[in-house]
């Protein structure tokens, strides 16, 4: 493989590990699957039993008015 190539695969894989709840691609991929949001929320919300998540879903844009600003939420 040519060193260029294997550094860009390497400086990609450092990125992806820095990568957290936070940024979309990871918060989608665990929204939209029912056992990772539910995981998630137990980690999240040890005082409550979750067994399990119906319908998760990636998040939203909301708009409360026509004035407002707009507002992104999860699940």
Same mark, same amino acid.
């Given at each position: 493989?040519?060193?260029?190539?294997? =550094?860009? /695969?390497? $400086? #990609?894989?450092?990125?992806?590990? &820095?990568?957290?709840?936070?940024? !979309? +691609?990871?918060?989608?991929?665990?929204?939209?699957?029912?056992?990772?949001?539910?995981? =998630?929320? /137990?980690? $999240? #919300?040890?005082?409550?039993?979750? &067994?399990?998540?119906?319908?998760? !879903? +990636?998040?939203?844009?909301?708009?409360?008015?026509?004035?407002?600003?707009?507002?992104?939420?999860?699940?």
């Amino acid at each position: 493989m040519p060193e260029n190539l294997t =550094l860009e /695969r390497a $400086a #990609l894989r450092a990125e992806w590990q &820095q990568k957290t709840i936070k940024d !979309d +691609p990871i918060f989608g991929t665990v929204m939209t699957n029912p056992n990772l949001c539910a995981e =998630l929320l /137990r980690r $999240a #919300l040890p005082e409550l039993t979750i &067994q399990w998540v119906k319908d998760a !879903d +990636p998040q939203h844009t909301i708009q409360a008015t026509p004035t407002a600003k707009g507002m992104r939420r999860g699940l």
